[in-house]
């Protein structure tokens, strides 16, 4: 199994969980979160004054799947979360040992 952890832009969201859906993803969890990259933050105007904001808001997706479907999860991923500009996000994939269905005792792919 294979955990996918995507930091995309909050926007694509909605795209990326569809296109995600229609692979039959059947769960996933989505966590707001805030970080920076390359872009250092940027700089916004708020009543005549200039703010750094240091820690740009974006979105966690968390997804664990069977082995065979990692790579076009990935590729969905990246491809729908795109819009070509800085800050797009990142994606990454680590090895799950074990998983268990904590209502039903699964273990193993028939847990998710």
């Known amino acids: 199994m294979k955990k996918i952890e995507a930091i995309i832009k909050p926007f694509k969201l909605?795209?990326?969980?569809?296109?995600?859906?229609a692979l039959g993803?059947?769960?996933?969890?989505?966590?707001?979160?805030k970080?920076?990259?390359r872009q250092k933050g940027h700089v916004e105007l708020y009543r005549g004054a200039e703010y750094e904001i240091a820690f740009v808001p974006k979105i966690k997706i968390e997804i664990v799947v069977p082995d065979a479907m990692a790579d076009q999860v990935v590729?969905?991923?990246a491809d729908k979360a795109k819009t070509g500009k800085i800050g797009d996000g990142k994606v990454?994939?680590?090895s799950v040992d074990q998983a268990v269905?904590?209502?039903t005792s699964e273990t193993g792919d028939t847990a998710l």
């Open 35 to 37: 970080g920076f990259g």
């Open 25 to 33: 993803i059947q769960g996933m969890t989505v966590t707001e979160v």
């Open 75 to 77: 590729a969905t991923v």
């Open 14 to 21: 909605d795209e990326v969980k569809d296109a995600l859906n």
């Open 101 to 103: 269905r904590i209502r």
């Open 92 to 94: 990454f994939v680590y």
